[in-house]
């Protein structure tokens, strides 16, 4: 799960200032916020099918015109595990999550192939094996 620099933007922002955003923070998704509350999410996808392909302008598009409105999402509590099934179920590929009705952090597809996670995953077979004596 990515915390630190989330991206973000309010429904009013333009299509153009959320793609550049999503270029600094090399990011897939901006998430939608009013006030404290999270009220969508744009992805790459939105961009292609929601704007290019109905050759709207991104200068002028607002994001809460062509955003996935209310998207799912989880809380810190559940598992890795439990997210990208979730991600999986539902063919998307950004999950917020959110804790007393703020976004703390966001699961990607990409968070997926994290060379870290090899190493956790790595490490855990490892600490199953001497359990196990194996």
């Given at each position: ?34 006030g404290d509350r999270l009220v969508g999410i744009f992805t ?56 007393d009705g703020r976004v703390v952090g966001i699961v990607s ?11 956790f995953r790595a490490e855990t077979r490892r600490r199953e ?6």
């Open positions: 799960m990515r915390r630190r620099g989330l991206a973000k933007a309010p429904p009013e922002a333009t299509v153009r200032k959320a793609a550049k955003l999503m270029e600094r923070r090399n990011t897939g998704a901006v998430l939608v916020i009013d790459e996808r939105d961009v292609v099918f929601r704007v290019t392909a109905r050759d709207l302008d991104a200068r002028t598009t607002r994001l809460g015109d062509v955003m996935t409105p209310n998207p799912r999402i989880i809380g810190p509590a559940q598992s890795f595990g439990y997210a990208l099934a979730l991600m999986h179920e539902h063919r998307i590929r950004h999950l917020p999550v959110v804790e597809a990409r968070s997926a192939l994290d060379p870290d996670l090899e190493q094996g001497l359990a196990t004596g194996g």
